[in-house]
């Protein structure tokens, strides 16, 4: 399965900006779909954005206009620019390929990571 490793997390006020990265093993990163996903305290696991192997994206109601997904095919990496950050978007963020877009219970070709924490707060 993929390896995938989360970075960027913070402790940032609202308002404030954080830019996530997801780094993919394998030579087939390139052409898989790729999403982020949060789970904060006592919530399910939700998807936030997804960029096909193209770079079509989409995006939750509750971030769109506010963060920006994107990919570096060549460096195996997918990016997460978080914007305008609210106490709301505190969970933690997770990256993988699912095969199903923006459905966090979709089955994902790879194994999920760690993630990285979010936290907003003044």
């Known amino acids: 399965q993929v390896q995938f490793v989360e970075s960027g997390g913070g402790l940032v006020q609202p308002g404030g900006s954080l830019r996530l990265s997801c780094t993919g093993s394998g030579s087939i990163f390139s052409i898989y779909a790729m999403g982020w996903y949060r789970q904060a305290p006592g919530k399910q696991r939700e998807a936030v954005a997804s960029i096909t192997s193209r770079g079509s994206t989409n995006y939750a109601d509750s971030v769109k206009g506010r963060f920006t997904n994107s990919r570096d095919n060549a460096k195996n990496t997918v990016y997460l620019q978080m914007n305008s950050l609210k106490p709301e978007d505190t969970a933690v963020y997770y990256c993988?390929?699912?095969?199903?877009?923006?459905?966090?219970?979709?089955?994902?070709?790879?194994?999920w990571g760690q993630g990285t924490q979010v936290t907003v707060s003044s």
């Open positions: 993988n390929s699912p095969l199903v877009i923006m459905k966090a219970s979709s089955p994902m070709h790879g194994s």
